[in-house]
């Protein structure tokens, strides 16, 4: 899929609907610009929302709770 879009002055462009719905991307989601070889690659950044869940095929609530408890213990 191809599509062209105009860079302001100020650097701001603006990515067609299509696209946005397609990934989820609506006001205030952060994007992460990343240089490849190809070109810019923008790349919705995940928040702790979206990670919700996403280590229970590794522990329990529980372990992950005291694991999490011992990491802020560590970062102190």
Known sequence: MKNEVVVTRKGQTTIPAKIRRKYGIEEGTRLEVVETEEGILFKPVKSTI???GSGA?????EEMKRLLD???EEDV
Not at 57 to 61: D, E, I, Q, S, V
């Open 50 to 52: 979206d990670l919700a």
């Open 70 to 72: 011992r990491l802020r």
């Open 57 to 61: 095929k590794y522990a329990t609530p």
